[in-house]
């Protein structure tokens, strides 16, 4: 997303810089931004298709491949129909225009009913709760950090992560202007995170009690008759029925649950409401928990009772140059939440995901409807996903794995075939996800450096 300036010399990348002539970066840059050089000439990534003739891989043409991928697809299916396979898409698959489009037109296409992702993982909570809150599951509002007088992180680092489903050129610099102009930077996370070390207050929380939290946060702001919509007014249901549900959450019982004094629940409250702008945002830490849904709807939940919710300098909703969450609208309102439930443990399948915990038992576990099949696509769960030891037996026990990918690694050394793509210097580039979660307009389009080798 970020500008680079990419140096050629002879016939190799000799430098990736940040490009400080680019309208939205600005001259900053990822620490992963500059190793696509290196990524690309690294001798390990794959330039042809692999077949795996038992235990050795060899090199094939993309002839040979798809005659051999043909094969063990056909006969499969003959043998378990189409339903026996399943698909685990990783976070690349979300940020690049190209895999985005196909892979989801190809799973419509295919027959294929168990999906999985990296999604399920760390930021499915958010969806749902965008989803049955806003009606799109990615419309999910995104600090105005630029603008805000306080910021109020649950659950995040960006020190580390340079923000998650919050695209911004600089975030550590934007908070430390933030700060500089007056306002202030409370980190509530049960680690003192590097972000929090950089705060004005860290609050550590249990672990798991985000939900319990704000929803005292939540009571206080009724108990006090300090709601204030303002220009949300008319446009919020359920409002008495919240007024109801946070009357038990008193600060002093949320307090035990949370492992701090009442006190601090009461403070942030107040300054909740003394404060003319707030922006409240979540993360990964509210994401994965047992009550990762109800601490992601909560955060805007308070964004809305502060009248901070489409209003700047708090959470504010993107309209990127390409239109994806616009396009992403337009499916069916009647569209269920829950599309069935797995076959071993009955887990509901939210928006069209298992999760991909249920993975391993759903290969593993004999009787109808037990995964023989499974396509991969940037992805690595068997290093990355929940148990991913559990997995990893698994994955031998399938008839037939297909991976697209460009390296060789504890997921794909699985298949039967591997796709590699081009590198990224190999390929042109339009990231339409990441400026979802950007609150300035802008679009990047890069050609490729290299011809695909």
């Not at 207050?201 to 919509?229: C, E, N, T, Y």
């Not at 107040?270 to 109800?294: K, M, N, P, V």
């Not at 590198?423 to 990441?434: I, K, V």
């Amino acid at each position: 997303m970020c500008g680079v300036t990419v140096t050629v010399e002879g016939g190799r990348a000799a430098t990736v810089r940040p490009n400080k002539q680019d309208r939205w970066s600005l001259g900053h840059i990822c620490p992963k931004g500059t190793t696509l050089g290196a990524l690309h000439h690294d001798p390990d990534r794959l330039r042809t298709p692999m077949i795996r003739y038992g235990s050795e891989w060899k090199s094939a043409s993309w002839e040979a491949a798809f005659d051999r991928l043909e094969t063990l697809v056909a006969g499969l299916r003959e043998r378990h129909g189409p339903h026996a396979f399943a698909a685990y898409g990783g976070n690349m698959a979300g940020k690049d225009a190209t895999l985005s489009r196909y892979s989801g037109l190809m799973l419509a296409t295919s027959g294929i009913k168990q999906v999985y992702s990296s999604g399920t993982v760390d930021q499915h909570t958010k969806n749902l709760s965008a989803m049955l809150m806003f009606g799109n599951e990615w419309k999910i509002p995104i600090p105005d950090l630029d603008h805000t007088d306080l910021f109020v992180i649950f659950g995040g680092n960006p020190a580390a992560s340079k923000g998650s489903i919050f695209s911004h050129r600089d975030v550590m610099g934007a908070m430390r202007d933030l700060r500089a102009r007056g306002g202030r930077v409370i980190v509530i996370d049960p680690v003192r995170t590097q972000t929090a070390r950089s705060a004005d207050q860290w609050i550590g929380l249990k672990p798991g009690s985000d939900a319990a939290f704000m929803l005292g946060i939540a009571h206080v702001l009724f108990a006090r008759d300090a709601v204030r919509l303002r220009h949300l007014d008319g446009l919020v249901n359920g409002l008495e029925t919240l007024r109801e549900i946070v009357t038990g959450f008193s600060p002093q019982w949320v307090a035990h649950h949370c492992g701090i004094d009442a006190i601090v629940i009461e403070n942030l409250a107040d300054e909740l409401i003394r404060t003319e702008r707030s922006a409240i945002y979540g993360r990964i830490g509210t994401c994965t928990q047992t009550f990762g849904t109800l601490a992601s709807w909560m955060i805007d939940v308070l964004a809305i009772l502060t009248g901070n919710l489409d209003r700047q300098g708090g959470s504010m909703w993107s309209r990127p140059v390409a239109p994806l969450v616009d396009m992403l609208a337009t499916l069916p309102a009647d569209m269920p939440v829950v599309m069935g439930k797995s076959r071993v443990r009955g887990v509901p399948a939210v928006l069209g995901q298992f999760p991909a915990s249920c993975m391993a038992e759903e290969i593993a576990t004999p009787g109808p409807g037990q995964i023989k099949g499974l396509l991969t696509f940037a992805a690595n769960p068997a290093l990355s996903a929940p148990d991913s030891g559990k997995l990893a037996q698994a994955l031998p026990l399938l008839e037939c794995m297909v991976s697209l990918d460009n390296y060789l690694n504890e997921t794909t050394r699985h298949a039967r075939v591997i796709l590699p793509s081009p590198s990224f210097l190999e390929s042109a580039h339009y990231d339409m996800w990441s400026w979802i979660f950007c609150l300035t307009s802008g679009g990047h389009y890069s050609p490729p450096v290299f011809p695909v080798t």
